[in-house]
């Protein structure tokens, strides 16, 4: 129950502007214990054996954390019956990204339909890394929709199948982990080493939900006549991806559209170079096509509903 009404309160709520001026999001939290142990363990003067061992001990600790916060609310609530299981929906809720999600990627779409191509730019700078004063039309709408697929897997399936299997304990150990990830994460100098043990954890963590994510994407895609396709490209392009989970849903979504998805990317001064997923398919996207990704998004979220409906009935009957 607590699966299902959180996966509706997100579906129809998400995150209320109004709620997190007032008061700091959780994941910031989250942000602050990640940036105190970078601050104090992630010293230049630490050899590079020395500071990645304690960025795998940093978030060992961080997600123990994580887990024993996890713990103490589900047991505090639990008592309460269903005021118990509609605060733990609340608090699941704030963690699942599904409507701000889509809200963020139809405004690149509405952006670029009413206001045109620096506008379109000024919107999908809120949702990906990348410098956005490089890209055309095409190549904004292409950004918006990997975005979409790369971020339905985890910050949608992911997180909602760490509560579906673990309760609040699993979803804030991910969470914690994915947040870090985002934070420390990376190949730079300075997060290179602290950073390894994150973004392996993440790693780890986000190779069912990225895979499941595809599949859901593959079925929504079968409305289309293009999941077979859809499933094919992923299994083919996927691992060409330098990320070993979000190639999944990337090349599924680009199969699933006919495009071609991914290729060389600039970040600041620095263009990586990436092969493309879907290398058959249109390069030339536009808006129109961000409207069917996010046709084809709903649609697998549908799947998600489905099972938390499904699994909520059958406790009701046991």
Known sequence: MVLLLATLIDRIVGDPDWLWRRWPHPVVWFGALIGAADRGLNRPSFSFA????LGVLSILLLAGLALGAGLLI?????????AGVLAQALIASVFLAQKSLRDHVEAVRAALDKEGLESGRRAVSMIVGRD?????????????????AENASDGVVAPWLALALFGLPGLFVYKMVNTADSMIGHRSERYFAFG????????????????????????????????????????????????PNAGW????MAGALALSLGGPRRYGSEVVDAPCLGAEGRREAGPADIAAALDLFRLAMNGLLGAALMAALLVVRL
């Open 50 to 53: 020395g500071r990645r061992a």
């Open 74 to 82: 589900q047991r505090a609530l639990a008592p309460l019956g269903w």
């Open 132 to 148: 956005p004063n490089e890209l055309d039309e095409a190549g904004v709408c292409r950004a918006a929709i990997e975005s979409l």
């Open 196 to 243: 390894w043990g994150a973004a392996r954890l993440d790693d780890l963590l986000n190779l069912v939900p990225a895979r499941l994510t595809a599949a859901l994407f593959a079925l929504a895609a079968s409305r289309l006549r293009t999941g077979r396709r859809a499933m094919a490209t992923a299994w083919r392009d996927a691992a060409t991806h330098r990320s």
């Open 249 to 252: 849903p990337e090349a599924a």
